[in-house]
């Protein structure tokens, strides 16, 4: 418990505030290599899963169930990924990084086995998902508390690499598979994703690492505390609990005040998970207006891009094929997100006006890519989405602070709860769809159909708005 305590001992941290400082640097670079691994292996063979679980599902039911580990996939990181965030608050980087590593891990040694779908939602889906969810709160809380000058160029740097493991894995797998089977391939990756272990070994709680400010005297007394004084955590045992005494009275008297301690827990539980969603923000129209229409595009995107290689593998196209199209969306994913960076340097933008625009176009390019299997067409519909991809993915923190300027992390809290339920919900739902249909373009409007809502939605909104101040 000292490195929780090392994280979050206020009282001590207040007292050497002026004397200290984040390194920005030194270990920081190997916190910044553990997020990139992070990022890199946790996003890039979920990139790669329908090329991967193609055959799988083939094999089992269809397409039908892609939808339902996908959807119970992103629901578990959700819920796990806010949860996490209520963990680091007492505990420390590492101990809730290695939950979430070992977790994830599971899920890959788990997922070699399977045979059914069900045991793939369980395997993949739940505890891969939630693996996945607990540590990206560690990697991005940890990242930001070492960094602050150098923070904008790290983050591109690690944005850079999870960019590049979108390209290289469908490559990477579609490679394994011809060479190793399935069942192997699923060894590799998770070979692979072992390294996660060592990255989240690497999350050390920064006060182990704070270095001197020198712009603060060194006469000054308060920078004689060069080392936090870490407290250890003080636990009041009560004796007539944990001592063992003769007399049925005293077992009676123990049991009961264990049960006490058991109900504190669980309302304590509660009472930190009602602290951290704060649902006074819904009773704002205009930001609940924002989190239905981020949540619905964001819903269309993760299923696109879960359910495009199986789209392709319908239309008769080879693994090669299909990998070289899902790599070249991926690349017109980075060159936007570059291209944007430069823009926005230089120019300021409104980012609700770009997202709003960016779906839209999307509601169109989900309906163009069934509506023609032309190997070249569809190329040029995935490089424009993979274009028009990052308007979502890269703008959806600035609108949900445009809505609530003051209250991000609660925003962000409710924006995380609201697309796990949601895409737990809905991506079943277009598995469904499939199931009833046969057919991939009922699931593709169903997509466009999400895009939809945040138009609508937006639109109805703008012209309220402009009324009401008007």
Not at 138 to 166: D, G, H, I, L, P
Not at 273 to 282: P, Q, R, T
Not at 317 to 330: D, R
């Amino acid at each position: 418990m000292d490195e929780a305590l090392a994280h979050y001992d206020g009282k001590d941290q207040k007292d050497c505030k002026s004397a200290l400082k984040p390194p920005d640097g030194g270990w920081g670079y190997l916190v910044c290599i553990g997020v990139g691994f992070t990022t890199m292996l946790g996003f890039g063979s979920t990139n790669a899963f329908g090329i991967l679980f193609n055959n799988f599902f083939i094999e089992q039911d269809g397409a039908s169930g892609l939808p339902l580990v996908i959807g119970v996939y992103n629901g578990a990181l959700s819920i796990a990924g806010f949860l996490s965030g209520i963990a680091l608050k007492k505990y420390s980087f590492r101990q809730v990084g290695l939950i979430g590593a070992g977790l994830f891990v599971l899920g890959d040694i788990l997922t070699i086995f399977v045979n059914r779908t069900y045991q793939l939602v369980f395997t993949f889906g739940v505890i891969r998902g939630a693996g996945f969810g607990v540590m990206i709160p560690v990697s991005f809380t940890a990242f930001n508390c070492y960094f602050t000058k150098k923070r904008t160029a790290m983050m591109s740097a690690n944005q850079t690499m999870s960019s590049m493991a979108s390209i290289t894995f469908p490559m990477l797998v579609t490679y394994l598979l011809a060479e190793y089977g399935f069942r192997w391939t699923l060894a590799l990756v998770m070979a692979l994703d072992l390294h996660l272990l060592f990255a989240m070994l690497v999350m050390h709680p920064v006060e182990w690492h704070l270095v001197a400010n020198e712009a603060i005297s060194k006469d000054d007394p308060s920078t004689n505390c060069a080392v936090l004084n870490v407290k250890k955590n003080e636990f009041d045992f009560d004796e007539t609990v944990i001592k063992m005494l003769p007399g049925n009275d005293n077992v009676v008297e123990r049991e009961n005040k264990k049960s006490k301690r058991h109900e504190s827990i669980q309302k304590s539980i509660i009472k930190t998970i009602y602290k951290n969603v704060e649902l006074d923000l819904l009773k704002d129209p205009r930001f609940v207006s924002t989190l239905v229409g981020i949540g619905f595009a964001f819903l269309s995107d993760v299923t696109y891009l879960a359910m495009e290689p199986m789209l392709l593998f319908s239309y008769g196209y080879t693994q090669m094929q299909v990998a070289t199209c899902v790599m070249v969306g991926a690349i017109a994913d980075l060159i936007a997100r570059f291209l944007l960076a430069v823009f926005t340097f230089f120019y300021s933008v409104d980012s609700r006006k770009l997202f709003f625009v960016g779906t839209t176009i999307t509601v169109f390019l989900r309906i163009a890519l069934v509506s023609s299997s032309n190997l070249i067409f569809v190329f040029v519909i995935t490089v424009i989405s993979g274009l028009v991809r990052c308007s979502v993915q890269v703008l959806f923190p600035l609108v949900l602070v445009k809505a609530a300027p003051d209250r991000f992390p609660a925003a962000f809290a409710l924006h995380i709860i609201f697309s796990g339920f949601l895409m737990l919900l809905a991506d079943p739902l277009i598995g469904v769809i499939y199931e009833a249909t046969g057919s991939y373009v009922c699931c593709f409007l169903a997509m466009s159909f999400c895009c939809l809502v945040c138009v609508v939605l937006w639109t109805v909104e703008y012209f309220i708005y402009r009324k009401h101040r008007g």
